[in-house]
């Protein structure tokens, strides 16, 4: 167990809908990042924030968006879901220590398009 | 640009059997670190082991041992007397001057009893 806690575990929706991942980051760790793994694109870094701040962007689409909220849970909102935008959504959280640390990951969400 | 590439996309080997997984990288940064993560069948990923550009020791943990080499850019990851639960997508990942991770495709490795 990472420590790292993601709900749901498994979503299915429509097309043209919107959802939200929930993840809550391992106890004192302030940073926590967003990943999106899929058969064709494999794993891609979506988004860091660090205290509540955006640190980084990576390959989020537009039409995702995140937050963090004061207690250090993290938000993912998928909106006008499109059937490519199923896969596994991961969430990571890592010590206030550095930059170079190690991420702990989540069990990830499941999401399904159809 | 950074860049992990694991070449083998799939391998399988009989439990007791060594197994060496290949991970070459590219980056312009001396300062970086890299990583190796499991993702077994359940899905999760795990946290293997960490290792920052100036140090290039070799590390073994119980049956599981890195190789880093500078000068080939590669870490690789071996097992020593696979076991069935070894089983899973193994990941290699690099984290450079922009901190983010960039991952390998994975090697997914398959122990028959």
């Known amino acids: 167990d990472s420590g790292v806690t993601q709900t749901p575990k498994h979503l299915i929706t429509a097309t043209g809908q919107r959802v939200t991942l929930r993840c809550s980051p391992r106890s004192g760790d302030l940073s926590v990042y967003w990943y999106q793994q899929s058969l064709d694109q494999g794993l891609q870094f979506l988004i860091h924030y660090y205290n509540g701040e955006e640190r980084a962007k990576g390959n989020i689409l537009e039409r995702f968006s995140a937050q963090q909220f004061p207690d250090l849970h993290s938000e993912l909102n998928l909106s006008s879901l499109e059937l490519g935008d199923s896969a596994l959504y991961f969430c990571?959280?890592?010590?206030?220590?550095?930059?170079?640390?190690?991420?702990?990951f989540g069990q990830g969400t499941r999401l399904t398009v159809v | 640009a950074q860049k992990v590439t694991q070449a083998q996309t799939e391998i399988s080997v009989v439990e007791k059997e060594d197994v060496t997984l290949d991970c070459v990288y590219e980056t312009r940064d001396t300062t970086y670190y890299l990583f190796w993560y499991k993702q077994p069948p359940s899905g999760e990923l795990v946290f293997l082991i960490r290792r920052n550009s100036f140090d290039e020791q070799n590390e073994i943990s119980g049956r599981y041992s890195w190789n880093f080499q500078k000068s080939t850019s590669s870490f690789n990851f071996t097992i020593t007397a696979s076991q069935v639960v070894d089983s899973a997508v193994y990941f290699c990942?690099?984290?450079?001057?922009?901190?983010?991770?960039?991952w390998g495709a994975g090697t997914k490795l398959i122990i028959k009893p």
């Open positions: 990942a690099l984290k450079d001057s922009n901190y983010q991770l960039i």
């Open positions: 990571a959280s890592s010590a206030p220590t550095g930059s170079w640390t190690e991420a702990f």
